[in-house]
């Protein structure tokens, strides 16, 4: 347990005393890159009644620290202020949403965001981002019947001929945006529906750990109770014989009780070898829905919405210009917006074109990239300072085996190849391993602002590396 900073509350009233011990422990668990991008221009103005205000420098900048670094900065002022503190961030800025509220007694231009979630806790964790929804998804032709499946369905889940919807399309083209922002929808549309949303590895690890834990029975209950049940990347199933048995057992009990079954998958039925032919018969029950890369216009319209969502204006010309050279990946489209939108915000300077033409440079990996098990593991040992031999030793140190999870997880992410063939590049280690430690990382990013930023960093240098 972290020591507390400040013993008795409010012993200090000084907010940028204050603040600057919250920085101490902030600076602890980020990089020095992150830390002085994200914290540092953060400025203390006041504190009363253990809410600390401080000022930020733009919308963005607020939607950022809000989506990234939410948990480290609310368990800081915890420890720093007391357990009632909140966090009110000021932002001088006209454009900035109305769904935030006005400060008393400030300028009406100001507003203000606390940190603190008020909302009853569900009975279990739907894992749905609330980020995902129909209003932010940009329809356009590539995903125009997948968009009016995943329309109907929510109004009326269950009840529709598209049961099951799978919906496949390559990396970045929004399936899990659509298939979580379907969940939503049906939990706004019908609050009293259970609604669970979760990748094929999580139910493969899960069902793991029920046969080692012998709650099988209660395992495979609380998936037949659902009202909809979402899995993303159902080819993750593939080569799990027993896992596919199960899950073949729950679609059979939801779906002859009308529940609805929402999957997605980088390929067709079809095409997924070596998944059991009852599955790939019952996957194309309902209806079988592609999505394909946008076309520039809806790209173009992709970046306008993200810029307006960030409250942030930018020409006709610069968003076309990186339309034009990221085609193939929404993701990377947005990633490259915000990257833009950063480098303008924290370094003042003017949002054109040359700007844009040096980002999508940074940012495009639309080139051939040649990225292997090999490259991935030399970049992480360079990173972490570990002999490559050592990482594929049976060593139980820290360092190292948050290195090779890493390592698991990139290659997977990176890479196509299978899960046992990352194992063996490994020290022969199982499928399981490399789940586990996929999943372990996958936790510690969702969770933890530090390992985000090293798993990102290493991304790029890994990308960087091998063009």
């Given amino acids: 347990m972290i020591e507390t900073i400040i013993p008795e509350k409010n012993t200090i009233q000084e907010p940028s005393l204050i603040w600057r011990e919250c920085l101490k422990t902030i600076k602890d668990n980020v990089t020095l890159m992150t830390y002085n991008t994200w914290f ?13 205000k401080v000022q930020l420098p733009s919308r963005f900048f607020w939607e950022w620290i809000d989506e990234h670094y939410n948990t480290l900065i609310t368990k800081t002022i915890h420890e720093i202020i007391g357990p009632e503190a909140k966090l009110a961030y000021i932002i001088t800025d006209t454009q900035t949403s109305e769904e935030t509220d006005h400060i008393h007694d400030e300028k009406p ?17 739907t894992f749905l981002n609330p980020r ?14 997948a968009r009016a499946a995943a329309g109907a369905i929510s109004d009326n889940p269950g009840g529709t001929s598209f049961n099951p919807l799978f919906v496949y399309g390559g990396v970045g083209l929004g399936k899990t945006h659509l298939i979580q922002a379907i969940g939503n929808k049906i939990l706004q549309n019908f609050p009293d529906k259970k609604v669970i949303y979760l990748s094929a590895d999580i139910f493969t690890i899960e069902f793991v750990e029920a046969i080692q834990t012998n709650t099988l029975n209660d395992f495979s209950l609380f998936y037949r109770k659902m009202d909809v049940l979402i899995i993303d990347d159902i080819q993750f199933l593939i080569g799990k014989e027993k896992t596919q048995d199960l899950f073949f057992q729950i679609f059979n009990t939801l779906h002859q009780s009308r529940k609805q079954i929402i999957l997605s998958s980088d390929k067709p039925p079809k095409d997924l070898k070596g998944l059991d032919d009852r599955l790939i018969s019952r996957f194309q029950w309902g209806l079988t829905a592609d999505i394909q890369p946008p076309d520039l216009e809806t790209r173009i319209a992709i970046l306008k919405r993200k810029a307006e969502d960030y409250g942030m204006s930018v020409l006709g010309d610069i968003l076309e210009y990186i339309a034009t050279n990221i085609t193939s990946n929404i993701r990377e489209l947005e990633g490259c917006l915000i990257k833009l939108l950063a480098n303008a915000s924290l370094n003042s300077k003017e949002i054109n074109l040359d700007l844009a033409k040096k980002t999508v440079k940074e940012i495009a990996t639309d080139r051939k990239v040649n990225i292997t098990i090999e490259s991935i593991t030399k970049v992480i040992c360079d990173y972490f300072k570990i002999d490559e031999n050592k990482i594929r030793d049976k060593t139980r140190k820290k360092e190292i085996v948050i290195a090779r999870q890493i390592a698991m997880y990139l290659s997977k992410e990176l890479t196509k190849s299978s899960l046992k063939t990352i194992g063996l590049h490994f020290g022969g280690r199982d499928h399981a391993t490399v789940i586990h430690s996929c999943t372990t990382i996958e936790t510690l990013k969702q969770s933890d602002g530090y390992y985000k930023d090293i798993i990102e960093t290493l991304r790029n240098n890994i990308e960087i590396s091998c063009s």
């Fill in 132 to 145: 995902y929804t129909f209003e932010n998804f940009i329809k356009g032709e590539g995903n125009q019947l």
């Fill in 109 to 125: 231009a100001v507003k203000i965001k606390i940190i603190e979630d008020t909302k009853p806790k569900p009975e279990f964790e």
């Fill in 40 to 52: 540092v221009p953060i400025k203390p103005i006041d504190i009363k009644n253990s809410i600390l």
